[in-house]
Each structure stands twice: as structure tokens, then as C-alpha cells.
């Protein structure tokens, strides 16, 4: 039979590592969920332009040269309309780099909760850089959710 000095010792090692467990739990720094992407470049770019001057579309314009492919994904925990402008900021910001004037969504979406590993879900774009001479440019999209100026 253990004796009252051990026993003693025992639940005392197990509530400082309990402690121990909870204060690095409770002191490790919490996961950012921003987006992350690329741009595919296409063979010959232009100089990089400022994002600012950048806007969404539905199509790519007729006569339009083509500069990259843009692919973005971002992890949460629920939607978010911060979240859709990360994603668009970070698609001008990425399409900038190659000089283009113009983004053509090809897909943008979410994916709730259950639908991917680990309960989060996922934003998810997809869109081509393009420039045309601005005259040519049709109306742009307000959103990369889709809605016309």
C-alpha cells in the first residue's frame, strides 16, 4: 500500500502537468486563416501595374491578352464577407505582378463545414489576369460574387 507522502506526490505531479498543458494551450498563438494563392504566368507579361486599378469581370474581353492564371484558397470557420474582400484584395494584389488590367472570375465558391477534413471550410477562386486597352473593357462585376455594376 502506497503511503500518504506518495500519494500526495502523484496528485501533485498530475495537477502541475495539467497546469503545464492548459497554460501552453492557452498561450499557443492562434492559426490566421488568410488567404493563400498563386498566379500562373503566361509566357510574356507586361510590368507590374498598381492593384488598385484592377477590377473583376465575368469574360475576358474580346481581343484581351491573357497573362496568368490565379488560383486562391482560404480556410474558415464560417463565411464572411472579410473574408471576400481578403480574397479579392489578394487576387488584384497577385494580378498586378504580371500588369494586368482585369480579372475574369472563372469560379469563386465555398464549401461549408463537413464538406473537407478538419471541419473548416474553404473559399476558393479561380480567375484569369488579362489587360486590354481600357476602352475595350466591358462593366466590371462589383464583387467576386458575381453582380454587375
Not at 493563400?36 to 484592377?54: D, F, Q, R, V, Y
Not at 469581370?57 to 474580346?62: E, K, T, V
Not at 472570375?105 to 464538406?115: D, E, I, N, S, T
Not at 473537407?116 to 462589383?142: D, E, H, M, N, R
Request: no cysteine; proline share 8%.
Amino acid at each position: 500500500m502506497a503511503s500518504n507522502s506518495n500519494v500526495f506526490r502523484i496528485w501533485l505531479g498530475l495537477i502541475i502537468g495539467l497546469l503545464a498543458v492548459i497554460l501552453l494551450i492557452w498561450s499557443a498563438p492562434k492559426h490566421a486563416n488568410l488567404p493563400k494563392g498563386t498566379i500562373l504566368p503566361a509566357k510574356n507579361t507586361l510590368p507590374a501595374t498598381e492593384a488598385t486599378h484592377i477590377n473583376f469581370y465575368a469574360r475576358i474581353p474580346d481581343g484581351a491578352r491573357k497573362l496568368g492564371t490565379i488560383n486562391i484558397e482560404q480556410h474558415a470557420l464560417k463565411p464572411s464577407q472579410q473574408d471576400v474582400q481578403e480574397i479579392e484584395a489578394l487576387a488584384k494584389k497577385l494580378a498586378a505582378t504580371v500588369g494586368a488590367n482585369g480579372i475574369a472570375v472563372k469560379a469563386f465558391y465555398f464549401l461549408p463545414p463537413g464538406m473537407v477534413p478538419k471541419q473548416l471550410a474553404i473559399y476558393k477562386f479561380t480567375g484569369t489576369a488579362f489587360y486590354t486597352p481600357t476602352q475595350a473593357l466591358p462593366s466590371p462585376l462589383t464583387s467576386v460574387r458575381g453582380r454587375q455594376s
